[in-house]
Every structure is written in structure tokens, then in C-alpha cells.
């Protein structure tokens, strides 16, 4: 991954991650941050990348923009606040945080998805941690005061979601955990 980096900047000395969206055309990097490419493919791109699912409909982006900083503050990137955490205190409000979001998600599940019926970018943001959450972040990052098991209407959209075509092929558990589990700061 980092060759793809220091392809685009060959001064390039930082942390390579994934995902990159990359031009091959161009032979550049066009975005890293996973929220924009998601968003790009269903918007930039529509005309490249035919879907019959529109992630951000017109008229739920105000909700969907609300939803998703809350989501990303609290629970994204909570986890990380949380298994990172320099003093009790720091721990205690991340995992609030964490466990709070999980369960107002929980209670908003009506419906198959997030915003009833309609999938969303918010449905397939909030796979990425549910995947994750069990096999790397309960364990390692000390999140372990409930599983995903337990919230069973998040279970459901996590497995509805991972049986959409092209999903399951790119969540390899095995890879998560690994993964996860090499970071020489949270490693036992």
C-alpha cells in the first residue's frame, strides 16, 4: 500500500491506510477518506458506477449528515477515544459514548435499515464498525460491555448488509482480527 502513496507523493513518509480511491488513468490518488468515497460513488460517479441503490437521497442528506457526524464522533471513532484512552476519565465518557450510540441505533431500527426501508451511506458507515466490533474492538479495545449479539436489530442490518452482493467478498474476519491485533500499542 505505501508504494501506491509514495507513487502519488514521493516525499511521502507517513502511514499508508485504506481505503484509497485511485486514478489509473491519471496515476493519482483522488480521496482516503472512506465517508467521501462512498459518497463520491453515489454521487461523482453515478454515471461510471451504475447502482440501483442511491445512498444519499436528496431529501434525507440533512438527516443523514446529522445522523453520520453523530455516528462518527461517538461510535467511529469511539471506539478508537475509547481503546486509546490516557486516564480512567478519558475511558469512562468514550465509553458512554460507545454503548449510548449503540443503543440509540438499536432503538431507531424500525425498519430493515437506519432511515426505514431506505438503505443509506449511514447503513453501510455503521457496517464497517459493526463488522469490526465483536472480533476487534471488544476484545482489544476493552468495548466489552455489550457485543453486537446483543443489540439484535443492529445484528440483523449487519448480516442484511453483508449479504448484499460485493459485501461479503471484502469483510475478511480473519484479516480484521489480524489486523487489529498487530498494533504494537494495543497488542498484549
Known amino acids: 500500500m505505501h508504494e501506491i502513496y509514495t507513487r502519488a507523493d514521493p516525499h511521502f513518509t507517513g502511514r499508508a491506510t485504506v481505503p484509497v480511491l485511485w486514478d489509473e488513468k491519471l496515476g493519482v490518488m483522488v480521496n482516503i477518506e472512506s465517508a467521501d468515497i462512498l459518497r463520491m460513488f453515489d454521487t461523482t460517479f453515478e454515471h461510471i458506477v451504475p447502482s440501483d441503490y442511491r445512498l444519499y437521497p436528496q431529501a434525507q442528506r440533512t438527516e443523514i449528515n446529522a445522523l453520520n457526524a453523530g455516528i462518527y464522533d461517538m461510535l467511529d471513532n469511539g471506539v478508537y477515544k475509547y481503546g486509546f484512552a490516557g486516564t480512567q476519565e478519558a475511558y469512562d465518557e468514550a465509553v458512554e459514548g460507545v454503548f449510548s450510540t449503540l443503543a440509540m441505533l438499536e ?26 466490533f465483536d472480533a476487534a474492538y471488544h476484545g482489544l479495545f476493552k468495548t466489552n460491555r455489550r457485543q453486537i449479539a446483543a443489540y439484535p436489530r443492529l445484528s440483523a442490518l449487519m448480516t442484511r ?28
Do not use: Q, W
Open 161 to 188: 448488509i453483508y449479504h448484499l452482493p460485493g459485501i461479503a467478498e471484502t469483510a475478511n474476519m480473519d484479516h480484521i482480527t489480524r489486523g487489529y491485533h498487530s498494533i504494537k500499542a494495543l497488542a498484549p
Open 107 to 132: 432503538d431507531r431500527l424500525e425498519g430493515d435499515c437506519l432511515f426505514g426501508d431506505l438503505l443509506t451511506e449511514t447503513d453501510i458507515r455503521i457496517f464497517v464498525t459493526l463488522i469490526r
